[in-house]
């Protein structure tokens, strides 16, 4: 199984802060998010495959690396728009899709986590997913259940696990266990795994509703 890959430094861990304060209005949330998601880039694109070629400098030849993989970025609508643009500059050729997902609480059980259950209500990826390293962004994985659906997805229309990879801000720890017990190849990136989980599916002590805060609801003036 993989582990979580946990990405911090000293500028990340300002930035963490910022977003979480809850006096944060929403430019500088936006701000600081796009931040993080530059910071995390290197993480983010670390295993996407190279190869070597010749190019010609002022002074002599030498060999350079460049991307050969097809880099397909899918954002989750709505919270991960906010660490799109980053991505989008730092890897211009990158292919875009997008899938909105509406998560719903369901009947609880027994089980250690609240029963949550997830639709797609859009969805824009291109026909041959199966040829795309995928790399998908979302700043909060909660229950896990929205990233689940989306690897499963991608799963279905033929793309193996090892070529996704899940790039988000904070996270709890129960949603990432999970997903990692049912998505062992897939790479999991964050840069806080938080220890609660309420019955409402909200990490604690989390940021609130990322995709309000991006958007402007319910944030201070």
């Known amino acids: ?82 660490m799109f643009e980053p991505i989008r500059k730092l890897v211009p050729q990158a292919t875009f899709g997008y899938v909105g997902i509406k998560r719903k609480q369901e009947q609880s059980d027994d089980s250690a986590l609240p029963n949550f259950s997830a639709d797609m209500y859009y969805c824009n990826l291109p026909p041959n997913l199966h040829e795309f390293r995928v790399i998908i962004l979302d700043i909060v994985v909660a229950t896990g259940s929205t990233v689940e659906y989306v690897i499963n997805h991608l799963l279905e229309q033929g793309v193996p696990q090892e070529k996704i990879s899940l790039a988000s801000i904070i996270s709890s720890q129960e949603g990432i266990s999970v997903l990692q017990a049912k998505f062992p190849k897939v790479q999991m990136l964050t840069c806080a795994l938080d220890p609660i989980l309420t019955d409402e599916g909200m990490i604690v002590p989390g940021l609130g509703d990322a995709g309000n805060r991006y958007n402007g609801y319910d944030v201070p003036e």
Do not use: W
């Open 1 to 82: 199984m993989n582990e979580v890959i946990q990405v911090q430094n000293p500028l990340i861990d300002h930035y963490v802060g910022v977003i979480r304060d809850e006096k944060t209005g929403k430019c500088d949330f936006a701000i600081a998010i796009e931040n993080i998601v530059y910071l995390m880039s290197s993480s983010i694109t670390g295993n996407i495959g190279t190869a070597k070629k010749t190019v010609k400098t002022p002074m002599a030849d030498t060999e350079v690396a460049y991307f050969i993989d097809k880099i397909l970025v899918i954002p989750i609508l709505r919270a991960g728009l906010a």
